[in-house]
C-alpha cells in the first residue's frame, strides 16, 4: 500500500467529509458490484467526477494539493532508486562472473561433446546396431545363455551350420541343384544289396565328367557292389554302370548300349574296368572315389591313385531311376555323386575335412536322399511288379512251349539224331567175360583189333577198327555206337591189339561227347595212371598224356582256336556228330588235331628229351577204352567209325574227304551233320499257328529243349533250332571290318528355338517339319580329308578340273564348315552332280543316286543339296571315329575283293521316332561323298497296308543300281536287325545281293562289280530321318552268308531285347548345362569367410589332482579287464594298452606353448597338430581347428585310416571352443565378425557371444566426418586458447588445486581429442581401401585351384583371417579410446555446471557428501565380502549362482537391487544367508546410501534458498547475455574491474553513484545512472522494491477514515493542510517559512516511522528463528511464512527508508 500517500488522501477525504458531500470513487473491478461501475467518460483520470468537481470548489483546492503532492513524490523516488545493496549487487556480479566464463567453456565442451557423438554416429550408425540384432535372430545367439550341457552345444552347432548356410549367397540354401546328390548319407551295414528308387533320385551318371564317392569298410579280399544300375532287376549280372570295390577296383558298364555285335567269344555283354594291379586295402574305414571322364577312368584310395585305364568309348546311362547299393559285408559310411573330376586336391580335402573347400567357401551342400516310408513301398511295389511281370513273361512262355510241344510234335528219332535200329548197346552185345585185371569193377575185354587192318578207300589209307566185330556183334563195321560203361568199363585184348603203331600215327573218329572223359590209352598197368599215351576229350580241348618219371604228364594239347564261337564248336556238349582226327608226329615233335575236316591247331610235345610215345606190350599192359586207369573219367556218349592208322599221318586231303564222303553202312547217308556256309537258311517268313516265328523259337530252345520237334519248325528253322551247325572251318584272311561307332546310339534331331511350323500327334509326339527331321553323322577325318584331296587327289571332289581345291581354304576348319562350303560352292557354280534343274527332274535316273531318290520318295530323304538345311543337320555328337583311316583304303579293298556287308540295328527311341500313324519309318542313307552327294545305300522302311523295309544298293557305276524290299513292318517296342550283304555267290556261283530283316531274306542277282566312289572315300556321312537308336555299323570285306546273318541274328536277339540304349543323346548329354533352382538371398549380409570352429584340449592323462582318483582310475581299469576282457570275449588293443581309453583325468596345457620336442604337450585330435590361433578369441593359444561345416555335416571323418564320428569332436577334454563368422553387409560397407565362445568344464558349458564391425566410412560420410573433425579441432583451438589466455591472466601457480585440475583437463582434452581425430580421419580416409582390401583376400581364396596345395590354400585363408583380426582390434582399441575420451569430456561438462547453482546440484551435492560416502564404502565393501566369503565357502558346490567368486559377487549385487535367487526357500541354511543379507545389504546399507545422497541434496537445496542472486538457468543465461550488451552500450567496466572496488568496500552498505565514481574516474554519470538502472530491476539488489510507475498508474483513491491508520492520517494531515494553506493564501506565504513547515513535519514523521520499523524487525527475527525449528515438518507452509515474512520485512525496511529520504529530497525539490 503507498503509504506515503495516506495522509494527504485522509485530509482530503476529512475536508470532503466535513462539507458534508462525498466524491464518488472508480471501484476495483474484482471488488466492486457492476452496478457501481463507473465509465471512463464521466470520470477522471484522478479518480474524481468531472461533474462533481464543477458543482463543488472545495474540491479542486483538494485536486491541485494531489497533483502538487503527486510531482514531490516523483522527484523524491527517482533519488531513491539510484541506490542498490552492495551485498546483494556483488553476489550477482560475481555470479555473472562465473557464469560467463562457465557458460563459455560449457558451450565449448557441449558443441566439442555433441560433434564427437555425431562423428561416431557417423562411424558407428545404427545399422550396426541393426546387424547386431539380425545376427543374434539369424544365429539364435541369445539361446547361448542356455545351453548348458555338451549335447546342448552339438545341436546348437548344427543349427548354426544350418543358419551359416543361408547367410551365403551360392550356398545350397538359393542355389538348388538335385544332380550332385549324397545318396546315403548315414553309415549304414549292408547284409546284401539295397534296391533303391527314391522320388527324385537323378545324376546325370553319362556327363562329360562325373565322380563317385564313398566310405568304405570291408572284409579283406570281399568283392562288394558299391553302387550301380542294373540293366534288367532280375539279370543281376548286367549294369548300365557299376561300381565294385574288392581286391581289384572294377568298374563294369555299357550293358545297355554295348557294342561289339560280333563279339568272338560271344558272351561279353557289358565292358569291365579293372585296376592292373590288385589294390591294398588296409583295415578300416577308407575314402575311395571314382572319376570318370569320356575317355578315362581313374580309381582313388585314400589320397592315392590307385588305377588309371583307358575307356573305349563314353559311359552314359539308362532308362530308369532304381540303384542298387551296397553289397553283402559292407559298411558304407557316406555315398555321394559329383557332376565333375574330383582332381587330387579336392580329394585331399574331402579326406582331411570331409568336403572339398570349395563347397566349404561358398556353402553348397550335396543334394541329400532320403528314404521315407513311401520309397520303401515303392520299392518293394516295383520290385514285386517286376518279379510278377517276369513271372507272368516266363508263364506265357511255358504256356507257348507247351502248346507247341503236345500240338505240333512228331517224334521222330532219326531226324532227332538219336540212335536208330542200326545201332548197337555194347553193354547188349559183348558177352560177359569171366576173368578181369582190376579188383574194383567188372571189366570186359574187347578182341580182333589185330584183325580189323584194312584200307580206307576214302583216304587209300590203312587203319585198324578200334570197334572191332566182337564189339559190334551182327552190326555192321563203322556203326553209330553209345558209350555209357561207368559200371562195365572195357579194355582191349593186348594179344588182340597192335603191338607197335610206329613214331607217326593218327586217330579218326565221329563222336558226340555227353561228358568230358578218355578215349583210350595204353597204361603200363591196370593199377596206376601211368600211360604210355591216352587220348582225353575235356570242354574244348584234345589232351594226350604220357608219363614220366613214374608221373602222367600233359604231352601236348589242342583247344578251339580263341575267336571261334564256344557255342558251335565245342567238344563236349554238343548234339552233333562231329569228326575228330588226332595226328601224333613223334619225329617232328607234334601233335595236330582236325574238326569237320580242317585242322584247328598244333602243340608241341611239352616234355624234353628224346623218347617213344608208344611202348611194347608187357604182361601188365593194359589198354583201356573210354576210361583212364585205375578205373575213373569215362567217356560218355556215341563213337563211330574209330579208328587207329598206325605209321600213317593223315594230310589235309585225306582227313577232308574222311570229313566229307563218310557215310553210315547201313542208311547210305553222310555222316557229317553241320552245314557249310549256303548250304541252308531258315525261312523267315515262317509263322506257326501261334504266330511265332524262327527267331521266337531260337530264344525258347535253351528253355525247352523239345521246342524244335516240329517238322515244320525244324525244315523252317534249322538255324533257329540249331538241327543244324556250321561246320568249323579256317578262318579265311582276316576280313577288314570297318565300325561306325562303338556302341548303340541315340539319334535325335533337335527341335530348333522356332518349332512353330511343327506339329503334335494325340499322344503328344512332335511332327517336326521336313528341315528339322534329318541328322547327319560325319566322319571325323572329313576336314582333313578334304584338304588333303584339294591339295592334289585325282579322284576327289576337288580334282583341279571342278575349282574346288581353290575353293577350300587351308586354314583350319571343321567337318560341317568344310562340308557346307562345298556345297555352297557347287550351288553356286550349279554343278549337276548337286544342282538339280526343274527341266531335268523328270529325266532323272536310279543312277542318280541320291538324287533321284531325294524326288521319288519326296519328304523321305534329307536333301544335302540344300546348304542351309545340311548345314542345320549336321550334329557333330554322333560324329564317328574312323581307327586307322579305314575309310580311306576300305572302297579299295571292297573293290578288290567284290564283297561287302553292311549290318546294323534299329529301333525306336521315343514317341518322337514315330509317324503321323504312330509307325516306325526310318530313313538311313550311307554317303562316300555329301558334296557332291554320292550315296551308295539307302535303307528306308515304310507303313501303311502294304508295310516294307527297301534298300537301293548301287556302286557308284552311273548305269547301275538295284532295288530290294522285304515286306516286314519295323517293331515298335524291339530291335531290328537290317543287314545287306553284295558279292555273295549261290549254288550255281552267280553274284548276289540280299537284303536280310529279322531273318527274312530278298535275294537278287547283280552281276555288277564294285565301283570306287569319286570321293577317294569309302564313307564320309550317315543320314538319318527321324529318333531312333541305331547300334554300331559294321563294314565287313566279306559277303556273309544269310545263315551266317541269321545264326547272329537269332544269337544277338537275345541279348539285345535287353539293351535299352543310352537315355540321352550325346548331343544332350554333352551339351546339356545342370541348371539351379535359384532363390532369391534377401539377406542384409553375407559371409565372406567358411565358418571355423576352433578347440583348446586337454590331455588325458591317469595323473588326477588327487591319488585317490589316480588310484580309482587305476582299479577300474584293471576290474573292466578282468571281467569284460577275458576269454572267450576280447577287447580293443586300445583298452588293454591304456587305461585313458576308458577313463582319464584332464590336464589342461593350453596356456602352455607345445613344443616340438615334446611329443607329449603335442597330442593328436583327429588326425591334426594343434597349431597357434591368430585370430579369435582363443588367439595366441594352441587350437585345433576345423570348418564348421566338416563336423556338422559330415558325419564320419577318415583320419589315419581311422572311422572318426564327429559327433565325438567335442568331448570331456574339451576346455574352450570358438566359432568365428565373418560376414560383411553391402548396403552399409560393414564387416561383421560373430565370435561363439564356450567354456566347458566338466561337462558344463558356458556360452557367450560377442558381434565386431569394421565400417567403410566413404563419400558423403567421409567428408561430414571430415568436417566434424576439423570443427572439433577448431573447438580444441578455442579451449587451448582459453586455457592459455587464463594462465597468462591468473597464473598457474595462484590457482587453487580444483582450478590447476580443470586447467590439466582443458589441455588434455585439447590435445588428445585433436591427435585422435586427425588418426581417426586418416583411417575413416582409408577404410574404403581397407575393407575392400580384407574382402579381396577373404573372396578371392582360390579354394578351387589345383595348383595349389590344401596347406597353401588354409594358410592363405588363416592369414586373411590374421589380417581381419588386427583390423578388428585396431577399430575396437580406437572406439575405446573414443570412450574414454567422451567419458572425459561428459566429465568435463558435468564440472562445468557448477558455473550456477541451479544446475550445480549433483556436483555440490557429491562434495557435501564426500566424508560420508568414502565411509560408506569402507562399511559396504566389509559387509559385501564378509558375505561373500561365506556364500562361495557354503554354497559354491551346491548353487551355480556362488560357484567362483565372480559369479557370488554378480549374484550379491543383483540381490542388493532387489531380487531373490532362484533357489531361495527350499534349504534352511540358503533361505537364512538370503535373509540375512537381504535385512543387512538391502533394507540397511543401501538405504544408508540414500540417506546420505538425501541429506547433501537438502544442504544444496538450502544453499540455493538462500542465495538471492540466482535465477533460472535460462533466465540468468539470457540476463548475461543482456548484460554483455549493455555494458557494450553504455561503456560499463568489466565485471571483475567492478568487484574489485565493491568487494572490499564492506563498509558500505549501498551502492549509488559516488561509490561507483570510485570503479573509474572515467565512468560518466549517466553510464552510472543507467548501471544503477539496470541493477535496480533486481528485487533484492534493489533499496526499494516498488516496480517503477506503480504509483503513478493507479487512479487516486480515497479511503474511508475508519480504515486509515495513525500514520496514514498523520501523514494524509500533514500534506492536506500543507495544500490547503497553499491553496487559501494563493501561495503568497513566503517560500521560507513554508520549507521550514514541511521539513519539521517530516522529521517528526521519519522518527516515528523508525520506531515502528525497529518493533517490526524484532518481531520479524522472532519469526524467522522458529520458522527454522519446524522447516522440515512444515516446509510449504514455512515457504508461505517466510515469504509473507520477507515482505513483511521489506516492507517496513521501504517504509524507513522512505522515511529517512523524505527531507533532503523534498528540500532538494524545493
Known amino acids: 500500500m503507498p503509504i506515503v500517500l495516506s495522509g494527504t488522501r485522509d485530509a482530503a477525504m476529512d475536508v470532503l467529509e466535513d462539507s458534508g458531500t462525498t466524491a464518488p470513487v472508480q471501484k476495483n473491478e474484482d471488488s466492486s458490484p457492476a452496478s457501481t461501475r463507473k465509465t471512463p467518460s464521466t470520470t477522471s483520470a484522478t479518480g474524481f467526477s468531472m461533474k462533481a468537481i464543477d458543482k463543488n470548489p472545495t474540491w479542486k483546492l483538494e485536486l491541485a494539493a494531489r497533483i502538487i503532492q503527486r510531482l514531490v513524490i516523483k522527484k523524491l523516488r527517482l533519488d531513491n532508486r539510484t541506490r542498490l545493496v552492495r551485498t546483494a549487487l556483488v553476489e550477482r556480479l560475481q555470479l555473472e562472473v562465473r557464469l560467463g566464463k562457465g557458460i563459455r567453456l560449457m558451450l565449448c565442451f557441449m558443441a566439442l561433446f555433441g560433434l564427437m557423438i555425431s562423428a561416431d554416429v557417423i562411424e558407428t550408425s545404427a545399422a550396426k546396431l541393426k546387424l547386431t540384432d539380425h545376427y543374434r535372430r539369424t544365429f539364435e545367439l541369445d539361446k547361448l545363455n542356455g545351453i548348458q550341457k555338451i549335447a546342448e552345444l552339438k545341436s546348437y552347432l548344427r543349427n548354426l551350420s544350418a543358419a551359416s548356410n543361408t547367410m551365403q549367397v551360392s550356398s545350397s540354401s538359393y542355389f538348388v541343384n538335385r544332380d550332385q546328390v549324397m545318396i546315403v548319407s548315414d553309415p549304414a551295414f549292408y547284409e546284401h544289396s539295397h534296391y533303391m528308387d527314391v522320388k527324385g533320385l537323378s545324376f546325370p551318371v553319362d556327363a562329360v565328367e562325373v565322380s563317385f564317392l564313398a566310405w568304405v569298410q570291408v572284409d579283406a579280399g570281399r568283392r562288394v557292389n558299391l553302387l550301380g544300375r542294373r540293366l534288367d532287376k532280375q539279370v543281376s549280372s548286367l549294369s548300365c554302370w557299376s561300381w565294385i570295390y574288392g581286391p581289384e577296383m572294377e568298374f563294369d558298364f555299357g550293358a545297355h548300349d554295348y557294342g561289339h555285335l560280333h563279339d568272338s567269344h560271344g558272351s561279353a555283354d557289358q565292358e569291365v574296368i579293372r585296376t592292373a594291379t590288385r589294390a591294398y586295402h588296409p583295415p578300416g574305414m577308407h575314402l575311395v572315389v571314382l572319376v570318370i571322364r569320356q575317355d578315362t577312368v581313374e580309381f582313388w584310395q585314400n589320397e592315392s591313385l590307385v588305377g588309371h585305364t583307358k575307356l573305349s568309348r563314353p559311359v552314359t546311362d539308362c532308362i530308369g531311376s532304381g540303384l542298387e547299393v551296397g553289397g553283402s559285408g559292407l559298411l558304407l559310411g557316406m555315398l555321394s555323386f559329383f557332376p565333375w573330376a574330383l582332381g587330387a586336391a579336392e580329394i585331399h580335402e574331402i579326406y582331411v575335412q570331409g568336403n572339398t573347400l570349395e563347397f566349404i567357401a561358398s556353402g553348397a551342400e550335396l543334394f541329400k536322399i532320403k528314404e521315407t516310408g513311401f520309397d520303401l513301398l515303392h520299392e518293394q511295389g516295383t520290385l514285386r511288379q517286376s518279379s510278377a511281370e517276369t513271372h507272368h513273361h516266363e508263364s506265357q512262355q511255358s504256356r507257348s512251349v507247351s502248346h507247341a510241344i503236345t500240338n505240333e510234335v512228331i517224334y521222330s528219332l532219326g531226324e532227332s539224331g538219336h540212335a536208330d535200329d542200326g545201332e548197337i548197346r555194347i553193354s547188349d552185345q559183348v558177352p560177359e567175360l569171366t576173368t578181369c585185371p582190376t579188383k574194383s569193377a567188372a571189366c570186359r575185354y574187347i578182341e580182333g583189333v589185330s584183325e580189323t587192318w584194312q584200307m580206307d578207300p576214302l583216304s587209300s589209307a590203312y587203319f585198324y577198327d578200334l570197334l572191332p566185330p566182337s564189339l559190334l556183334g551182327g552190326a555192321s563195321a563203322g556203326s553209330l555206337v553209345e558209350v555209357h560203361l561207368e559200371r562195365n568199363r572195357h579194355a582191349y585184348s593186348v594179344a588182340s591189339f597192335p603191338s607197335s603203331i610206329g613214331p607217326v600215327w593218327s586217330l579218326s573218329f565221329w563222336a558226340r561227347a555227353s561228358t568230358s572223359g578218355f578215349l583210350i590209352g595204353k597204361f603200363h598197368d591196370p593199377e596206376h595212371d601211368l600211360p604210355c599215351w591216352s587220348v582225353q576229350i575235356e570242354g574244348d580241348k584234345l589232351k594226350l598224356f604220357t608219363s614220366s618219371h613214374e608221373h602222367r604228364v600233359l604231352l601236348a594239347m589242342v583247344s578251339i582256336p580263341e575267336g571261334r564261337s564256344q557255342r558251335d564248336f565245342a567238344f563236349v556238349g554238343t548234339t552233333l556228330l562231329r569228326h575228330f582226327v588226332i595226328v601224333i608226329d613223334e619225329l617232328s615233335r607234334v601233335m595236330s588235331v582236325h574238326l569237320d575236316g580242317h585242322q584247328i591247331g598244333a602243340d608241341p610235345f611239352r616234355v624234353v628229351g628224346a623218347f617213344r610215345v608208344d611202348c611194347p606190350h608187357s604182361n601188365g599192359t593194359y589198354i583201356a577204352f573210354a576210361h583212364r586207369t585205375p578205373g575213373s573219367q569215362d567217356f560218355i556218349g556215341q563213337l563211330q567209325q574209330f579208328r587207329l592208322y598206325a605209321n600213317t599221318v593223315l594230310n589235309d586231303s585225306q582227313i577232308l574227304a574222311l570229313a566229307e564222303a563218310s557215310e553210315d553202312p547201313k542208311t547210305g547217308r553222310?555222316?557229317?551233320?553241320?552245314?557249310?556256309?549256303?548250304?541252308?537258311?531258315?525261312?523267315?517268313?515262317?509263322?506257326?499257328?501261334?504266330?511265332?516265328?524262327?527267331?521266337?523259337?531260337?530264344?525258347?530252345?535253351?528253355?525247352?529243349?523239345?521246342?524244335?520237334?516240329?517238322?515244320?519248325?525244324?525244315?523252317?528253322?534249322?538255324?533257329?533250332?540249331?538241327?543244324?551247325?556250321?561246320?568249323?572251318?579256317?578262318?579265311?584272311?582276316?576280313?577288314?571290318?570297318?565300325?561306325?561307332?562303338?556302341?548303340?546310339?541315340?539319334?535325335?534331331?533337335?527341335?530348333?528355338?522356332?518349332?512353330?511350323?511343327?506339329?503334335?500327334?494325340?499322344?503328344?509326339?512332335?511332327?517336326?517339319?521336313?528341315?528339322?527331321?534329318?541328322?547327319?553323322?560325319?566322319?571325323?577325318?572329313?576336314?582333313?580329308?578334304?584338304?588333303?584331296?584339294?591339295?592334289?587327289?585325282?579322284?576327289?571332289?576337288?580334282?583341279?578340273?571342278?575349282?574346288?581345291?581353290?575353293?577350300?581354304?587351308?586354314?583350319?576348319?571343321?567337318?560341317?564348315?568344310?562340308?557346307?562350303?562345298?556345297?555352297?560352292?557347287?550351288?553356286?557354280?550349279?554343278?549337276?552332280?548337286?544342282?538339280?534343274?526343274?527341266?531335268?527332274?523328270?529325266?532323272?535316273?536310279?543312277?542318280?543316286?541320291?538324287?533321284?531318290?531325294?524326288?521319288?520318295?519326296?519328304?523321305?530323304?534329307?536333301?544335302?543339296?540344300?546348304?542351309?538345311?545340311?548345314?542345320?543337320?549336321?550334329?557333330?555328337?554322333?560324329?564317328?571315329?574312323?581307327?586307322?583311316?579305314?575309310?580311306?583304303?576300305?572302297?579299295?579293298?571292297?573293290?578288290?575283293?567284290?564283297?561287302?556287308?553292311?549290318?546294323?540295328?534299329?529301333?525306336?527311341?521315343?514317341?518322337?521316332?514315330l509317324n503321323s500313324r504312330g509307325e516306325f519309318t526310318p530313313s538311313i542313307q550311307f554317303l562316300a561323298g555329301v558334296a557332291p552327294p554320292e550315296v551308295f545305300l539307302t535303307v528306308w522302311a515304310e507303313g501303311g497296308l502294304f508295310p516294307k523295309v527297301a534298300a537301293y544298293f548301287h556302286t557308284h557305276n552311273a548305269s547301275s543300281g538295284e532295288y530290294l524290299e522285304v515286306g516286314t513292318r519295323l517293331s515298335l517296342d524291339d530291335w531290328t536287325h537290317i543287314s545287306v550283304t553284295f558279292g555273295s555267290n549261290d549254288a550255281k556261283g552267280h553274284s548276289e545281293l540280299a537284303l536280310v530283316v529279322n531273318g527274312m531274306a530278298t535275294v537278287d542277282n547283280f552281276p555288277q562289280s564294285w565301283v570306287r566312289s569319286r570321293s577317294a572315300t569309302f564313307l564320309e556321312a550317315i543320314s538319318l530321318s527321324s529318333e531312333m537308336l541305331m547300334s554300331p555299323v559294321e563294314f565287313r570285306s566279306t559277303a556273309l552268308h544269310i545263315s551266317d546273318l541269321q545264326s547272329f541274328h537269332y544269337n544277338e536277339h537275345a541279348r539285345m531285347k535287353l539293351r535299352t540304349g543310352p537315355s540321352r543323346s550325346d548331343s544332350e548329354r554333352l551339351q546339356t548345362q545342370l541348371t539351379y533352382s535359384r532363390k532369391a538371398f534377401q539377406e542384409p549380409s553375407f559371409l565372406v569367410a567358411p565358418p571355423i570352429i576352433q578347440q583348446v584340449r586337454a590331455q588325458k592323462t591317469t595323473e588326477c589332482r588327487s591319488d585317490a582318483g589316480k588310484f580309482a582310475l587305476q582299479q577300474m581299469w584293471e576290474q573292466v579287464l578282468s571281467t569284460r576282457c577275458h576269454w572267450p570275449f576280447t577287447c580293443d588293443t586300445d583298452l588293454k594298452a591304456d587305461?585313458?581309453?576308458?577313463?582319464?583325468?584332464?590336464?589342461?596345457?593350453?596356456?602352455?606353448?607345445?613344443?616340438?620336442?615334446?611329443d607329449d604337450l603335442a597330442p593328436k585330435w583327429f588326425g591334426q597338430e594343434p597349431s597357434v590361433a591368430l585370430s579369435g578369441d582363443l588367439e595366441g593359444l594352441h587350437v585345433y581347428t576345423v570348418f564348421l561345416v566338416s563336423i556338422t555335416d559330415t558325419p564320419i571323418l577318415v583320419r589315419g585310416d581311422s572311422a572318426l564320428s564327429t559327433q565325438a569332436y567335442i568331448d570331456q577334454q574339451t576346455t574352450h571352443m570358438a566359432v568365428q563368422l565373418v560376414l560383411f553387409a553391402p548396403e552399409h560397407g560393414i564387416i561383421s565378425e560373430v565370435n561363439i565362445g564356450g567354456h566347458l568344464d566338466s561337462g558344463n558349458v558356458e556360452a557367450e557371444y560377442h558381434v565386431r564391425h569394421i565400417s567403410s566410412v566413404e563419400g558423403l560420410k567421409l567428408m561430414a566426418y571430415s568436417i566434424l573433425g576439423a570443427l572439433v579441432v577448431l573447438i580444441c583451438c578455442v579451449v587451448m586458447f582459453d586455457t592459455w589466455r587464463r594462465i597468462c591472466l591468473q597464473g598457474f601457480t595462484s590457482l587453487c588445486m580444483t582450478a590447476r585440475v580443470q586447467l590439466i583437463m582443458d589441455i588434455g582434452i585439447g590435445l588428445v581429442v585433436p591427435a585422435f581425430y586427425v588418426v581417426r580421419s586418416f583411417q575413416n580416409a582409408a577404410s574404403g581401401a581397407l575393407v575392400k582390401d580384407m574382402l579381396r583376400q577373404l573372396l578371392e581364396v582360390p579354394w578351387s585351384a589345383d595348383s595349389l596345395s590344401y596347406a597353401e590354400k588354409e594358410g592363405q585363408f588363416f592369414h586373411a583371417l590374421h589380417d581381419l583380426e588386427i583390423s578388428l582390434l585396431t577399430e575396437t582399441f580406437m572406439h575405446l579410446f573414443a570412450f574414454f575420451v567422451s567419458w572425459a569430456v561428459l566429465l568435463r561438462i558435468m564440472q562445468l555446471t557448477s558455473a550456477h547453482p541451479r544446475i550445480a546440484v549433483l556436483i555440490n551435492t557429491?562434495?557435501?557428501?564426500?566424508?560420508?560416502?568414502?565411509?560408506?564404502?569402507?562399511?559396504?565393501?566389509?559387509?559385501?565380502?564378509?558375505?561373500?566369503?561365506?556364500?562361495?565357502?557354503?554354497?559354491?558346490?551346491?548353487?551355480?549362482?556362488?560357484?567362483?567368486?565372480?559369479?557370488?559377487?554378480?549374484?550379491?549385487?543383483?540381490?542388493?537391487?532387489?531380487?531373490?535367487?532362484?533357489?531361495?526357500?527350499?534349504?534352511?541354511?540358503?533361505?537364512?544367508?538370503?535373509?540375512?543379507?537381504?535385512?543387512?545389504?538391502?533394507?540397511?546399507?543401501?538405504?544408508?546410501?540414500?540417506?546420505?545422497?538425501?541429506?547433501?541434496?537438502?544442504?544444496?537445496?538450502?544453499?540455493?534458498?538462500?542465495?538471492?542472486?540466482?535465477?533460472?538457468?535460462?533466465?540468468?543465461?539470457?540476463?548475461?547475455?543482456?548484460?554483455?550488451?549493455?555494458?557494450?552500450?553504455?561503456?560499463?567496466?568489466?565485471?571483475?574491474?567492478?568487484?574489485?572496488?565493491?568487494?572490499?568496500?564492506?563498509?558500505?552498505?549501498?551502492?549509488?553513484?559516488?561509490?561507483?565514481?570510485?570503479?573509474?574516474?572515467?565512468?560518466?554519470?549517466?553510464?552510472?545512472?543507467?548501471?544503477?538502472?539496470?541493477?535496480?530491476?533486481?528485487?533484492?539488489?534493489?533499496?526499494?522494491?516498488?516496480?517503477?510507475?506503480?504509483?503513478?498508474?493507479?487512479?487516486?483513491?480515497?479511503?474511508?477514515?475508519?480504515?486509515?491508520?495513525?500514520?496514514?492520517?498523520?501523514?494524509?494531515?500533514?500534506?492536506?493542510?500543507?495544500?490547503?494553506?497553499?491553496?487559501?493564501?494563493?501561495?503568497?506565504?513566503?517560500?521560507d517559512a513554508a520549507l521550514d513547515d514541511a521539513l519539521q513535519e517530516q522529521s517528526q514523521l521519519q522518527r516515528h516511522l523508525q520506531a515502528q520499523v525497529q518493533e517490526q524487525t524484532a518481531l520479524i527475527r522472532g519469526l524467522q528463528a522458529q520458522l527454522r525449528r519446524t522447516i522440515l515438518d512444515t516446509r510449504a507452509g514455512d515457504s508461505e511464512i517466510q515469504l509473507t515474512g520477507s515482505n513483511y520485512s521489506e516492507s517496513l525496511h521501504d517504509q524507513q527508508d522512505d522515511g529517512t529520504q523524505s527531507g533532503s529530497n523534498y528540500r532538494r525539490l524545493v
Open 1139 to 1158: 587305461p585313458t581309453s576308458l577313463l582319464a583325468c584332464s590336464h589342461d596345457h593350453r596356456t602352455r606353448h607345445y613344443d616340438d620336442e615334446d
Open 1406 to 1631: 557429491v562434495v557435501y557428501g564426500i566424508d560420508d560416502f568414502w565411509h560408506f564404502l569402507i562399511l559396504f565393501w566389509l559387509l559385501f565380502m564378509g558375505f561373500c566369503l561365506i556364500a562361495k565357502t557354503l554354497f559354491g558346490p551346491e548353487h551355480h549362482e556362488f560357484e567362483t567368486y565372480e559369479e557370488t559377487l554378480k549374484s550379491q549385487f543383483l540381490m542388493c537391487l532387489g531380487t531373490v535367487p532362484d533357489d531361495f526357500g527350499t534349504e534352511m541354511e540358503f533361505t537364512i544367508y538370503v535373509v540375512v543379507f537381504n535385512f543387512v545389504m538391502f533394507f540397511l546399507v543401501v538405504n544408508f546410501l540414500l540417506a546420505i545422497i538425501v541429506e547433501s541434496y537438502l544442504r544444496v537445496k538450502q544453499d540455493i534458498e538462500k542465495t538471492e542472486a540466482e535465477q533460472e538457468f535460462f533466465t540468468d543465461m539470457g540476463a548475461v547475455m543482456f548484460t554483455l550488451a549493455k555494458r557494450w552500450r553504455h561503456a560499463w567496466p568489466k565485471a571483475r574491474t567492478i568487484l574489485r572496488v565493491l568487494e572490499p568496500a564492506v563498509a558500505k552498505q549501498h551502492v549509488d553513484l559516488a561509490l561507483l565514481r570510485e570503479v573509474s574516474g572515467s565512468w560518466n554519470r549517466q553510464s552510472r545512472r543507467a548501471f544503477l538502472d539496470f541493477y535496480g530491476r533486481f528485487d533484492h539488489i534493489a533499496v526499494h522494491e516498488r516496480k517503477r510507475g506503480t504509483y503513478w498508474d493507479q487512479p487516486i483513491e480515497v479511503p474511508r477514515k475508519a480504515e486509515r491508520t495513525n500514520a496514514e492520517n498523520d501523514t494524509l494531515d500533514l500534506g492536506a493542510s500543507l495544500a490547503v494553506r497553499s491553496a487559501r493564501s494563493g501561495f503568497r506565504r513566503p517560500r
Open 670 to 913: 553222310k555222316l557229317r551233320q553241320c552245314f557249310k556256309p549256303g548250304e541252308i537258311q531258315d525261312d523267315g517268313s515262317f509263322r506257326d499257328e501261334q504266330f511265332h516265328g524262327c527267331t521266337w523259337y531260337a530264344e525258347m530252345l535253351p528253355i525247352a529243349p523239345q521246342i524244335c520237334l516240329s517238322d515244320a519248325v525244324r525244315a523252317n528253322c534249322q538255324i533257329a533250332c540249331k538241327v543244324a551247325r556250321p561246320c568249323f572251318a579256317p578262318l579265311k584272311m582276316a576280313a577288314d571290318v570297318g565300325m561306325v561307332w562303338n556302341r548303340i546310339m541315340r539319334l535325335s534331331t533337335p527341335l530348333s528355338t522356332d518349332s512353330s511350323d511343327g506339329r503334335r500327334l494325340a499322344g503328344g509326339s512332335l511332327i517336326r517339319p521336313n528341315h528339322e527331321k534329318f541328322k547327319m553323322c560325319l566322319a571325323e577325318s572329313v576336314a582333313s580329308g578334304r584338304r588333303q584331296a584339294s591339295a592334289g587327289s585325282t579322284q576327289g571332289v576337288s580334282g583341279s578340273s571342278d575349282g574346288l581345291a581353290e575353293h577350300i581354304p587351308a586354314l583350319v576348319m571343321t567337318d560341317s564348315e568344310v562340308i557346307v562350303k562345298s556345297c555352297q560352292y557347287l550351288e553356286a557354280s550349279r554343278d549337276p552332280r548337286s544342282y538339280v534343274a526343274e527341266s531335268r527332274k523328270q529325266s532323272l535316273r536310279p543312277a542318280d543316286g541320291a538324287l533321284y531318290l531325294l524326288h521319288e520318295y519326296p519328304g523321305m530323304f534329307q536333301n544335302v543339296t540344300d546348304c542351309e538345311s545340311l548345314r542345320q543337320s549336321i550334329d557333330s555328337h554322333c560324329a564317328f571315329q574312323v581307327e586307322n583311316d579305314w575309310t580311306k583304303h576300305f572302297d579299295e579293298i571292297v573293290e578288290r575283293s567284290g564283297q561287302l556287308t553292311i549290318s546294323f540295328w534299329v529301333r525306336p527311341s521315343s514317341p518322337n521316332s
